[in-house]
């Protein structure tokens, strides 16, 4: 008798793959129950991990998170216009509810026991353990416990006739899901070194994107995406839609250094094509629809709300709050973004909202509803501390 059943987040691939047969060896578990969640990987990946699950597991699950995904985690992320370090995150924001799918399967099967196949120098670790932890639940994470090296891992698995996903050659380490895609690993590591073509696999090189450009409309409804050219949409079916529209314009790659939570600088490289033209054209109807106050007070939420969720505190009680605020905030964000996509740029053309706090009225060079020598008045007393201080040094 061992130490009964554990409870397995599983990619299908090299390190949770590993994980099984080490659980049981090593850890002494005599039932391995492992849990992928579909939060937007290829079908590909998805259908590999089912059927490694089940070969490889004692029970498997495979759980269809992408709605929740779209509207409990996506959706504020835009309302927050979400973004870390410059990029629109996306492995932070699918993280927390990978780990609650787990969550839900550990209860169910009566174990106390969750495992990721995490290492010990990256930031989903943290994210896992921080909602396994929160539930309750006992955490193992054999690729950082037992310290282990990728040569090591691929010599484990072909003692235990698992199938090597990674090339040696080509040994990046690939993240997926709706909002995003991440590439790190291998010659990578070297932060001078070129990204080669062949690393991307949702957009095009921008410099062999269409001639022509493409112009597309999307419609927010309290700040979030409702509907594309005209028709009302799923956030699920626009945010997939266009990723292939977007991805086929060469729009939404990354290449840069980033800081993870525990202080190491990585080299990351990512394609976000639906995510590059929300945001631009989210914050775009937010400087139409929210007052300059509005405005500058929400940056700064916004800055802390990505902070949090990059670190995966969704627990975290100021997570909430701000969540709060944000969202009463988008109460007037609607309206309609016109964008141009074309060889990697994603340029905004032209918005309208019935929300706007504009009027062409009143700031039009051709209208006299406001009377301009009303503004004679405030030029006198503009700047006027700054002017004394000035007019001083000169006598
Ligand atoms: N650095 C990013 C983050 O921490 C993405 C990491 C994705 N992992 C990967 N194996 N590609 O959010």
Redesign the pocket.
Request: hydrophobic fraction near 30%; aromatic fraction near 16%.
């Given at each position: 008798m061992g130490k009964g059943t554990v409870v397995m987040a599983y990619s299908g691939g090299l390190d949770t793959s590993i994980c099984i047969p080490l659980l049981k060896e090593r850890y002494d578990y005599d039932r391995v129950v492992t849990v992928a969640v579909n939060v937007g990987q290829r079908d590909e990946e998805i259908a590999v991990a089912t059927e490694k699950g089940e070969k490889f597991a004692d029970t498997h699950y495979t759980i269809d998170a992408r709605e929740k995904f779209v509207n409990a985690y996506l959706f504020p992320a835009i309302r927050a216009n979400g973004s870390?370090e410059g990029y629109p995150?996306?492995?932070?924001l699918a993280?927390p509810l990978i780990a609650e799918e787990v969550v839900r399967v550990a209860l169910h099967e009566g174990a106390k026991t969750v495992a990721h196949g995490c290492t010990g120098k990256?930031?989903?670790q943290l994210r896992f353990d921080f909602i396994f932890r929160i539930a309750g639940l006992e955490v193992i994470a054999p690729i950082r416990e037992l310290n282990l090296t990728r040569d090591w891992e691929i010599g484990y698995a072909k003692e235990h006739d698992i199938p090597v996903p990674v090339a040696r050659e080509k040994p990046?380490?690939?993240?997926e899901n709706l909002w995003s895609r991440?590439?790190?690993?291998g010659r990578l590591e070297d932060p001078a070194y070129h990204p080669p073509e062949e690393i991307y696999g949702w957009t095009v090189a921008p410099e062999k994107a269409p001639d022509t450009p493409e112009v597309i409309t999307l419609d927010f409804l309290k700040g979030v995406p409702a509907g594309m050219n005209g028709d009302a949409m799923s956030g699920l079916d626009l945010i997939q839609g266009l990723n292939l529209i977007a991805g086929r314009h060469g729009i939404g790659r990354s290449n840069m250094i980033?800081d993870?939570?525990l202080g190491l600088k990585?080299r990351?490289i990512?394609e976000h094509p639906a995510a590059t033209v929300i945001l631009a054209a989210h914050a775009d109807l937010e400087h139409l629809t929210l007052t300059r106050q509005e405005l500058a007070f929400k940056r700064m939420v916004d800055d802390k709300w990505s902070e949090l969720a990059?670190m995966g505190l969704v627990h975290e009680p100021l997570f909430h709050d701000l969540n709060a605020f944000i969202t009463q905030s988008q109460e007037k964000v609607s309206g309609t973004v016109d964008l141009m996509l074309y060889k990697g740029c994603c340029r905004v053309l032209g918005r309208s909202s019935p929300e706007g706090v504009y009027s062409d009225d009143l700031v039009s060079f051709d209208s006299t509803t406001l009377d301009q020598c009303h503004a004679i008045g405030v030029s006198a007393y503009y700047g006027i501390q700054a002017r004394l201080i000035e007019e001083r040094k000169k006598r």
């Open positions: 870390y995150m996306g492995t932070a993280r990256g930031n989903d990046w380490s690939i993240d991440s590439i790190e690993g980033e993870r939570i990585a990351e990512y990059y």
